[in-house]
């Protein structure tokens, strides 16, 4: 696909460690890096992400003209992206839906995972951005913090991994283009049709605290708005959302 350079790779640590070191050898925006497995799969918050053969592993570098701050939307470019992506690959009402911040869930489970890191220079602009993904295509983990579920589980089996790369790079240009020309309102309102929570209940745990109440806003900076049982407002930048299941 034009303007992207696949670099695949057998087996490596981690594909984020990879573009990041060829990121830092001046490669070009739009490279992907893409392993069959890794050995040392890095997820968020210092979690580790199982990465036998069979699933999709990709990190992809990005240098868009920016603060670091303003580029948090990627992440959600991101997620509408893969959420369009999977359901377009999957049988028919099927339901896929993204849970903040940029976790993708079929059926409630877990399907997609997104590792974002950025650096930037000592005016706060951005140098890089790299975009990892894990998406379970074949198999998904046990006992993990949040359950789990895979493409083939879900009724899609025997897809191509790169047929599901690119699936997600025609809906990433599409969405990474709008929040190009309109800024992060457009992509604010297709996260919100698109997450799971929003007016609910749930439950967010943080490093230092864990909070249960309703999901009321995602803030123009990709926060996550909560009004707690006990009313009050609380803004979460970082940490993880259980919602209440839906039976
Ligand atoms: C998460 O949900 O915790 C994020 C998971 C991100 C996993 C992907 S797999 C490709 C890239 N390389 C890594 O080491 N992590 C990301």
Redesign the pocket.
Known sequence: MPGYFLHTLDDTD???IECKKMAENGSAEGLIVQALS?SL????RG?S?S?PKGNL???MLLKPKCSVSKALGISFVSAVAMCDSLGALLPPMVEVRVKWPN?ILINQRKCC???VESSSDSNGNVKWVIM???VNVESFPENVDYPATSLSFEGSPNLALREVLLSFLRHFKRWKNIWEEEGFSPIREAWMERSIGMGKRITANLVEASYTGIFSDLNADGSLLMITDGGKKVVITSGDIFPELEV
């Open positions: 981690s594909t984020n890794q799969g890095r997820g968020r979690r992400w990465s592993y990709f990190s976790d995972g997104f590792l990892g993904a894990g």
